[in-house]
């Protein structure tokens, strides 16, 4: 077994703190990858606080991971010794099902998550608050040098969340787009609809996000209180892209579409929808929904990246620092998403 240290809860809701533990040994199809980056999503706090259900203690987050190729199994064809790499938000599926024949491994029934879940050996997965993660060939990722790494990061969990159903969608020239919020998937969304050629406008409960917004390149911006604000772009928009995570009414967001309009879905609000009928069928509209992206589409979203010069606005932090973070990004405290310098453990 591989000696490894990282920051681990240890129970629920208990502050990440040092913890030594083992990875498996490289296998044939293996990389181990000595990370240098992890961004911190959303997720990672939710899973801590078993915010989405039980989870698996002791439990090491992370699913957004940077570093470098320092051994590979004898038949990897991928990778070479040296290699940046990229890890997401899972780590294995079974290949065989219609899911992973499809190329949307990230639904397989058997996957794997990076963390918190149970490998097919029975163990639990940890994540890249560690110092070297151990993953099959197939699930990791190249990675520009041209890039600043430490704002890679982040791309592997909010940047695919974003970027999948733009490109689902076909969102490019002759469309307008509205990003609704302005955080870690939020500032991604806007920096990938200006790339794919669409008109994007910001629409935010914040009025001070304007000179932010612009900054990303959004063409426009909205503050969703103001009622007149939102009468002015009715009937305005062929997509809107909701990345809240917070609970709020979906329905003026839905008078904002045009005919045939579509409201796609990333964040993960608690509470159910309360929708009226009338919002949906009158102009055709759809609702839909997108999570993550599968191996394919995110090698694609990471080249994209590359050739658009696109990396995710971050706070760098030393890893003492995390439970700090967790503190600051519940409330918002950070443009755009935090990311960790492995170094610092």
């Known amino acids: 077994m591989i000696q490894a240290k990282g920051y681990a809860a240890q129970a629920v809701n208990e502050k990440l703190a040092p913890w030594n533990f083992e990875r498996r ?186 000179t932010a917004a612009k900054k990303l390149g959004a063409h426009h911006f909205v503050v969703s209180k103001d009622e007149e604000q939102i009468k002015s772009v009715f009937h305005s928009f062929d997509f809107v892209l909701d990345t809240v995570s917070a609970n709020h009414d979906i329905n003026p967001y839905l008078g904002i579409l045009k005919t045939n309009g579509t409201y796609i879905n990333v964040g993960l609000p608690p509470e159910p929808w309360q929708i009226s009928s009338f919002s949906v069928v009158v102009g055709n509209k759809s609702i839909t929904g997108s999570g993550v992206g599968g191996l394919k589409e995110v090698q694609e979203m990471l080249d994209f990246c590359a050739e658009h010069h696109i990396v995710a606005d971050i706070e760098l932090i030393d890893i003492e620092n995390i439970n700090e973070a967790f503190v600051r990004m519940e409330k918002g405290d950070v443009r755009y998403r935090f990311v960790i310098d492995m170094a610092t453990l």
């Open 25 to 210: 040994e490289v296998d044939n199809h293996d990389v181990q990858i000595e990370i240098l980056y992890c961004g911190v999503c959303h997720s990672d706090l939710h899973s801590v606080t078993n915010y989405w259900g039980a989870g698996i203690f002791p439990l090491i987050p992370g699913h957004e991971i940077v570093g470098k190729v320092i051994s590979i199994g004898n038949q990897v064809k991928k990778f070479k010794v040296g290699d940046i790499a990229g890890v997401g938000t899972g780590v294995d599926s079974c290949r065989e099902c219609e899911e992973c024949k499809s190329g949307y491994e990230q639904f397989c029934p058997e996957g794997v998550q990076t963390y918190g879940s149970i490998d097919k050996s029975g163990k639990p997965t940890y994540g890249g608050y560690s110092n070297t993660i151990v993953v099959n060939e197939d699930f990791t990722f190249h990675i520009s040098e041209k890039l600043d790494l430490a704002a890679v990061a982040p791309l592997l969990c909010a940047g695919i969340t974003t970027y999948s159903p733009l490109r689902k969608w076909k969102v490019g020239k002759g469309h307008k787009l509205a990003v609704v919020g302005l955080g870690g998937l939020g500032h991604l969304a806007v920096k990938f609809g200006v790339a794919l050629g669409a008109e994007v406008t910001v629409i935010s409960t914040s009025p001070n996000k304007k």
